[in-house]
């Protein structure tokens, strides 16, 4: 079913094409959710997406300050340059031909929305080092630093030049060596194919390493050195060196994640709050 917004109609082909762009990020926020359920908020915040947008332009439409041809032409470039071929940069405007002259009056729309956007944001007020404070207190919990490991391998690849076999005889005879009270990071440097900083790979987190590696080395104790083992890589023998537990980061380094968060809600709440302003005037209806 089509919408009217102010005499303006959006058909409903429109509306689905916008639910379905909508639909990946929005299935899985509400995936526990029964499928019907699901699908009938969709539908209703896809039309409500398409009325606020044609409020929006159909406000910059009427905003009398001209927008330069020197400005539109240097979006057209940017945009144009940001796409991987022409026909993406056409499809994004709804034309399935090349149309320079509907592309730029396109991009012209968007500039003038963009004005309004800017217009109703650029006087709010900064957040405050206080309410940056308190975000951080309140949500220690969720900005938790995850569990860390520090480890040394020493790691022997297979390729042509090196079969499994040879790799892993290769490392069985290192760890005999290194049970004997040899040195892990000389080891490294004289056997490794990673010998860099005698095999130290620094601190990582789970889903940095290949899964056959973290396998052993999260279920090791610091100081502990594993037995040869296999990943998609080659054979490695690993040591843990430290191992730090989750923690909250530190706030300074979160300090600018925080205001920009908060500065981009004190954002959303204005162009919302004008954008219930516009729907109270406006006349919406189903065609």
């Given at each position: 079913m089509a919408i009217v917004v102010n005499g303006q109609r959006v058909e409903d082909e429109t509306v689905q094409q916008e639910a379905e762009r909508m639909r990946p990020e929005y299935e899985a926020a509400f995936a526990d959710d029964p499928p019907e359920e699901r699908e009938v908020r969709l539908q209703e915040w896809a039309r409500e997406n398409l009325i606020e947008r044609v409020l929006l332009e159909q406000a910059a439409k009427s905003d009398p300050r001209p927008i330069t041809s020197e400005d539109i032409d240097a979006a057209f470039d940017d945009v144009r340059q940001q796409c991987a071929d022409d026909n993406a940069f056409y499809a994004q405007f709804g034309l399935a031909e090349p149309d320079d002259v509907a592309a730029k009056e396109a991009i012209a729309l968007r500039l003038r929305?963009?004005?309004?956007?800017?217009?109703?944001?650029?006087?709010?007020?900064?957040?405050?080092?206080?309410?940056?404070?308190?975000?951080?207190?309140?949500?220690?919990?969720?900005?938790?630093?995850?569990?860390?490991?520090?480890a040394a391998h020493i790691v022997k690849h297979v390729d042509p030049s090196c079969s499994p076999e040879e790799a892993k005889a290769e490392l069985e005879e290192v760890a005999k060596q290194?049970?004997?009270?040899?040195?892990?990071?000389?080891?490294?440097?004289?056997?490794?194919?990673?010998?860099?900083?005698?095999?130290?790979?620094?601190?990582?987190?789970?889903?940095?390493?290949?899964?056959?590696?973290?396998?052993?080395?999260?279920?090791?104790?610091?100081?502990?050195?594993?037995?040869?083992?296999?990943?998609?890589?080659?054979?490695?023998?690993?040591?843990?060196?430290?191992?730090?537990?989750?923690?909250?980061?530190?706030?300074?380094?979160?300090?600018?994640?925080?205001?920009?968060?908060?500065?981009?809600?004190?954002?959303?709440d204005a162009i919302e709050a004008h954008l219930n302003v516009l729907r109270e005037k406006a006349t919406v209806e189903e065609a």
């Open positions: 929305v963009s004005r309004i956007l800017d217009d109703l944001c650029k006087d709010l007020p900064e957040p405050t080092d206080a309410a940056v404070q308190s975000y951080y207190d309140e949500h220690r919990a969720e900005l938790m630093a995850p569990e860390q490991v520090r290194l049970a004997a009270g040899a040195d892990f990071a000389a080891m490294a440097a004289q056997h490794s194919d990673c010998a860099d900083n005698g095999g130290d790979l620094g601190y990582f987190a789970r889903g940095q390493m290949v899964e056959e590696f973290e396998h052993i080395v999260f279920s090791m104790a610091v100081g502990g050195v594993s037995d040869v083992f296999a990943s998609r890589f080659g054979f490695h023998i690993v040591k843990v060196l430290d191992r730090k537990p989750p923690q909250p980061y530190p706030l300074e380094e979160l300090r600018e994640h925080i205001a920009e968060r908060l500065a981009n809600e004190v954002r959303s």
